[in-house]
């Protein structure tokens, strides 16, 4: 399977802005229709895949997928499971930026997933294990290939290790009988950790078991030399504070736990400063924090956090302080909502009305806000996921509808093309759409995209919209454009779709 490198090329863009009345407006905005979502996709009620995040700043269709069931994130790609069992790779050309899907024959069902620097993994239905390998600089990948001496795995887990000598990957894998077994020398062998049994939940070098208690083991640091041993033994030891634990969450640095009573606990690391003068500062002993209380999820967000209680409201707490103390203040970020899924950097929450919310860093559009303000403090309203189809067509854009003050935005560049006129843009900013008319004659708009100066054959007209640039692509009034080549467009609230027609 080859990968094409990920890396975002600067290219300049050209989209356009349809006006079909006010299908969204403000928090009013309903994203029904979502069957599934995670921190950087979701899955329609019809199947359909759509993504957001790096050079995507809304929700975007992956043209290509259907009957969608699963999807397991890269950098500007993913794996995905159909209902069918078969599994595809979407990725973005990054010349393009178009998203390209290919099908992965060698792997069917696949359920869980983790990427760890150059090895993938895949974990399928039957409980079989594949691995596959990508080059360096990530630009290809080796065909997946079946682990052998091992089965039964419902879930996988990993990091890397350095003893300072040497290094290594060391995986961890969940077998459906709740044992957890392990390998750090490419799967060379394969051991059980000792006393790791009924485990329900897999943390790095955390495990919840069954009854609710918590168990945890080193990860070897050749920086901490308390924590090297013999790397081909692993035993892990129960921690003593912890009981009744029914979520689990580790970033690597900061754990949180939830207990049978709702209640939220930190251990783990607190961070100040920033960039090269980050300091971490290690507290191994669980706080039982008393500001909050009725927690059902939880998740590390940048320096903070984030908690979902049992009546919809969403608080966060910082990070940022040398130790945590139980009665840190938790501020309200939001209400009624009804789930949420962490990013690391980001969250992305579905409130009670089906829509979802995002809330944290947004450098690199996490948030599918159709921005790239490198963050939020207040949660903003994600763009409603919103397809395009040309004479019954759907349409494939390099990002998805944008929405600004009840205008549907849309690319322009391969619609046009498709409805047979030329888009051009030169040097000063000036785009150029030239065609044939509804009355079959010659037709030439040119639009000035940072002044919004427009002519039609000539003739002055005033646009309603003005033009903007979002990461480098200019956005442009539609619907006047689409008029003048003889097009109707029609909104269906119902199938959240833009319907185009030209004959």
Known sequence: MKKRNLLVSLIMGLTAVLSIGNPETGSAASASGIASYGANDLIKDDGSLWVWGDTKSVPTQVQGLSDVQASFPLWNSALVTARDGSVWNWETNARTLEIEVTPIAELTNMTDFLSLESRRVAITGEGKVFIAVTTPDGAETTSFSPVPGIDQVAAVSGYSESNGQSYWRRFLFLKTDGTVWTTFDEFATLTPVASLTDITQLEQNYALRKDGSVWTWPIQNSYQPETLGDASKLTATRMPALSSVSILRNNGRTRLAIDGQS?????????????????????????????????TDTYIVEHSIVALTSDGKVYAASTETTRMSPDAPFTLLTSDVQSMKGGGRHIIMQKKDGTLWGWGVNKNAQLG??????????????????????????????????????????????????????????????????GTGKDKSPLTIVINTVSGATTVNGKSITLLTPPFVVNGAVYLPLRFISEQLGATVEWLPQESRIAISLK
């Open 263 to 295: 209640r939220l606990w930190f251990w783990g690391s607190t961070v100040t400063g920033y960039s090269d003068g980050t300091t971490y500062a290690d507290q191994p002993v669980p706080v039982l924090f008393s500001g909050i209380s009725k927690v």
């Open 369 to 434: 806000y159709g921005t790239y303000e490198f963050s939020y403090k207040n949660p903003v309203l994600m763009q409603k996921p919103i397809s395009v189809t040309l004479n019954g067509e759907s349409v494939a854009f390099t990002n998805g509808v944008i929405t600004r003050n009840g205008q549907n935005f849309i690319p322009l560049r391969s619609l046009f093309s498709k409805m047979g006129a030329t888009v051009g843009y030169s040097m000063d900013k000036i785009a150029t759409i030239t």
